[in-house]
């Protein structure tokens, strides 16, 4: 049996997933749009958020109970630990590359080097590769390890190494879902609502619904969970 993820079978289950529970998914779809018109902000407005996502995975994987403690600290743990560990892989990756040019420094060849780097930057080509960069690291330092956040919010092993484990030979297929869902759907959300902040607001809670099932049938699928009847 193949253990390759079909993303276009993510995609089309997904939105089957979407047609069968659009009750609940529109009710989820009011909570983000709250969510993003919250006028608090702060603490609360990151509380909210977290809540948000938790009740939806609970929710999504059928879970009795909308709220247990164990699970949820034991996933704040998680998220706070794979969120700091993003964020020093980011600036392990800039101190590396300062490190590389420093190096080059003394060197002949810098000037050359400064000077073609200077001119890719200033093209088209440089900004696509950015972007596609940004999410290809992304995936490995964020969107992988979070599987283990779902894990922790269900009440499974939540172990953060074990999700490279479970999506072994799979890096390339989870980028590119979430390079379409997380990447490309901003933008979809900009040239629908480019003058309506209202518009953008509405679309981006509805979008944000997608992303969640889209994200989850990914985990369904290196996991094996089934829903609870």
């Not at 909210?48 to 996502?53: I, R, S, V």
């Not at 400064?114 to 950015?130: D, G, K, P, V």
């Not at 902040?197 to 809670?205: C, E, G, P, Q, S």
């Not at 889209?214 to 089934?226: D, N």
Request: glycine share 4%; aromatic share 22%.
């Amino acid at each position: 049996m193949s253990n390759r993820l079909p993303v276009f079978d993510v995609f089309r289950n997904s939105f089957r997933y979407m047609l069968e529970h659009y009750r609940i998914l529109s009710l989820f779809c009011i909570f983000s749009f709250l969510g993003i018109y919250n006028l608090l902000g702060g603490a609360f407005y990151l509380l909210y958020t977290y809540l948000f996502y938790f009740i939806f995975v609970r929710v999504y994987f059928n879970r009795q109970k909308l709220f247990s403690k164990p699970e949820f600290i034991n996933a704040l743990v998680r998220i706070i630990t794979i969120s700091l560990l993003a964020f020093a892989s980011l600036m392990l990756l800039e101190t590396a590359v300062l490190f590389f040019l420093w190096l080059l420094n003394p060197l002949e060849i810098y000037p050359h080097i400064r000077e073609m780097w200077t001119n890719f930057i200033a093209s088209n080509t440089f900004r696509y590769a950015l972007y596609g960069g940004m999410f290809l690291f992304l995936t490995v330092i964020f969107y992988i390890p979070a599987l283990a956040w779902v894990s922790a919010v269900i009440g499974r092993n939540a172990s953060i190494t074990l999700t490279f484990f479970h999506t072994k030979d799979n890096y390339l297929r989870i980028f590119l879902i979430c390079f379409i869902v997380y990447g490309l759907l901003p933008f979809v959300i900009f040239m629908l609502s480019a003058n309506s902040w209202l518009l953008r607001a509405v679309f981006t809670a509805i979008f944000t619904v997608v992303q969640c099932v889209i994200y989850l049938h990914i985990y369904e699928f290196f996991y094996k969970v089934r829903k609870h009847k």
